[in-house]
């Protein structure tokens, strides 16, 4: 895609809701362009339809990518030469367009009523034609509308579709056509002056000077309609932006990716704790290829790689385990301060810890045992709040798992080894144990194991048991042992 312009790319969400996966990748590709080519990335807000998009959901949005660490160059918060970049603060510029192409009749007063459209759309559809505007109020006579004005009606504006079609060269799928039989006259602003979609991104993309559009499939269609306002707002087809139409994502059931099917918000991903730069490695790969089979990049290599070329037309397959994956592997890769900080809320939030510099150093020394073993972060909690809880209780349904006698006899073993010990480190911990249950009782380490890490950690699920005894400390393991015949008797 060869452009000898500054390239001006945008990403122009209309915020219904918090942002999804499909969203996020097409801001991550608009992102990757703007960066590769040294052009500039513009963020507008699509809000014209003002009973959905709500402050809340703009204010996520905004908040959702810059957590993304996806920057932008113009727009909210930054401001930029050509803003505002919120739609609902463009009305006027919108309106004076409208009746410009009012004027240049380019466009008409539509009469035609909801109920009457809805009744000529049944008919179409019953007579096997295309359903569409059927171009009837395109040539009103001045009756006609004195009359239609005295019904009270009011009219929406519509603009006028010329015979023939529109062709255009897209960046991913090659030439695409649209007949415009199949395009009928459509809908530029309703009665009350507020403007459409069609109308408010078309004129916006030429005023902001967008050279390229990266954006979803799903509006490859809603194109010969906005091409149909640049040429009315006199723009020549060689200042077109370059269109590219990202592939559509689609869920495990190879349904286009919905809420139906999993979809969930990056706010989601974010509370589960996946790592930002997780989800746009992954993400970056719905659809792209950095040239070879690695699945590990990191932002700089997107940048420096990403071309539209290498877009593939075709669908892409969301896969959650690829992304945890994924997210496991920017886990492992994080410098322990930066994974501290990173995990600190979760306890937090939780209410594992208040946040104390004691704790802290407990985590802090925690963290590494854990980092091999954890999908995402929201998992630590779990991991470690056995380190933290004070009237430490273990659960029944784990109790009942360590009942039996051969549990029990591990527990008496191990407690007089551990008890026995004099210096505290895993690997004294691990050899005595290993000792007395694998060597001398005969055991399998599973069984030996799991009644002892249920005893100290609560759950049979925890970090490495020996380093968890470690962290817990002499007197603390000892207790937790000691206790649980007591559990055991009175069943808590
Ligand atoms: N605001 C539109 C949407 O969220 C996208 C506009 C565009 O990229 O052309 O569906």
């Not at 380093?467 to 007591?486: H, M, W, Y």
Request: glycine letters at 6%; aromatic letters at 8%.
């Amino acid at each position: 895609m060869s452009n000898k312009q500054l390239v001006r790319v945008r990403f122009a969400p209309s915020p219904t809701g918090d942002l999804h996966v499909g969203n996020i990748r097409t801001a991550l590709f608009d992102w990757a362009y703007a960066r590769h080519t040294g052009g500039k990335l513009i963020f507008r807000i699509e809000d014209t339809d003002t009973e959905r998009v709500t402050d809340q959901y703009i204010k996520a949005a905004i908040e959702t990518l810059k957590w993304l660490g996806l920057n932008w160059d113009e727009g909210p918060e930054v401001g930029g030469e050509y803003g505002p970049y919120l739609q609902s603060q463009r009305l006027e510029i919108y309106a004076t367009w409208a009746q410009k192409f009012l004027d240049q009749k380019d466009a008409y007063h539509c009469y035609c009523s909801a109920e009457e459209l809805e009744d000529r759309r049944q008919a179409q559809m019953k007579n096997n034609q295309a359903p569409g505007y059927d171009g009837k109020c395109r040539d009103l006579s001045a009756d006609q509308v004195e009359k239609f004005k005295q019904e009270g009606r009011k009219p929406v504006v519509r603009m006028r579709m010329p015979d023939g079609e529109t062709v255009f060269t897209d960046a991913i799928r090659g030439e695409v056509r649209f007949e415009h039989k199949y395009v009928p006259d459509f809908v530029l602003a309703r009665a009350d002056g507020s403007p459409l979609y069609t109308l408010a991104v078309a004129v916006d993309d030429v005023l902001m000077k967008i050279t390229h559009v990266l954006r979803g499939e799903d509006l490859l269609s809603s194109t010969p309609r906005q091409i149909r306002v640049y040429q009315a707002m006199g723009v020549k087809p060689e200042q077109y932006p370059v269109f590219a139409h990202l592939p559509f994502v689609m869920g495990q059931d190879n349904a286009k990716l919905s809420k139906r099917n999993g979809e969930v918000s990056i706010a989601w991903y974010r509370e589960q704790g996946f790592l930002p730069e997780a989800i746009c490695n992954y993400l970056a790969l719905l659809g792209w290829s950095p040239g070879d089979d690695r699945e590990n990049i990191t932002m700089a290599e997107l940048v420096e790689l990403f071309t539209v070329e290498r877009v593939n037309s075709s669908p892409a397959r969301f896969d959650m385990k690829k992304l945890e994956a994924i997210n496991g592997d920017k886990i492992r890769a994080l410098k322990l301060e930066e994974f501290l900080d990173r995990s600190l809320p979760f306890l937090i939030n939780a209410k594992v810890i208040s946040g104390s510099a004691d704790e802290i150093e407990i985590v802090k020394s925690a963290l590494p045992i854990i980092q091999e073993r954890i999908v995402k972060l929201a998992e630590i909690p779990q991991m470690l709040s056995f380190l933290f809880i004070k009237d430490f209780k273990v659960a029944a349904e784990e109790v009942s798992k360590i009942t039996d006698e051969a549990s029990q006899n591990v527990l008496k073993v191990a407690l007089s080894k551990v008890e026995a010990l004099t210096s505290w480190d895993h690997a004294s911990i691990e050899s005595s144990l290993r000792k007395a249950l694998i060597d001398d009782l005969g055991l399998k380490p599973r069984v030996a194991f799991s009644a002892l890490r249920i005893a100290v950690t609560g759950s049979h699920i925890s970090p490495p048991l020996f380093e968890s005894l470690q962290l817990l400390g002499k007197a603390r393991s000892i207790d937790r042992i000691k206790a649980l015949p007591n559990a055991i008797v009175t069943g808590k």
